[in-house]
């Protein structure tokens, strides 16, 4: 019998599957790909507590969407994409190296472009994601964001996980605890 985590995202009730993961741990599942209506609810949501940013930027890929929705929210013309691997057209970017994530388990790394590293020089940048839990892949995001000269500006998420619901330095929309 499959379980599901019942979640309120600001009027928006999802049901999250419970998964395990490797570490013994389990989770509840939250995933906006393919998911239009919750991407836009929350997309929408977040905009308004991001609207003195620069710029955005989240890592690929389940804060993509995410953060298309609240740039054109917001007007902004671009937003800047972390990579999980090093493309052909990212030689002359930058890389950084960060802890493992909860879903992961290994050591991670971002890679950002020329063309996003110019986008972020300077700006106040807001990190968009999905979830936020143990907080290594925000750390990943941040080191980049300062390695290419922005200023990490607000942080923002759907949803906290855990003990990331008392960090006072993020926006998110609801909890989940770590089950």
């Not at 939250?30 to 989240?58: A, M, Q, W, Y």
């Not at 929705?69 to 950084?96: C, P, T, W």
Request: glycine letters at 8%; aromatic letters at 8%; hydrophobic letters at 40%.
């Amino acid at each position: 019998m499959n379980k599901f985590l019942k979640v309120d995202i600001q009027g928006y009730e999802a049901n999250l599957p419970i998964l395990p993961l490797p570490s013994g741990i389990n989770i509840a599942f939250f995933n906006l790909h393919g998911n239009p209506s919750l991407t836009e609810h929350c997309g929408k949501r977040l905009s308004k507590f991001l609207s003195d940013c620069d710029v955005l930027i989240t890592a690929e890929s389940k804060g993509l969407q995410l953060c298309h929705v609240i740039a054109r929210e917001l007007k902004h013309d671009y937003y800047a994409v972390a990579r999980k691997s090093k493309k052909l057209y990212m030689q002359d970017g930058i890389e950084v190296g960060y802890g493992s994530s909860i879903t992961t388990g290994v050591e991670q790394k971002l890679y950002l472009s020329k063309h996003d590293l110019d986008l972020i020089k300077g700006k106040k940048v807001g990190i968009v994601d999905d979830v936020v839990s143990t907080g290594a892949s925000l750390e990943g995001l941040e080191k980049i964001v300062k390695k290419a000269g922005g200023v990490v500006y607000k942080k923002a998420f759907v949803l906290a996980e855990g003990d990331a619901a008392e960090r006072p330095d993020i926006i998110y929309l609801a909890t989940i605890p770590l089950l």
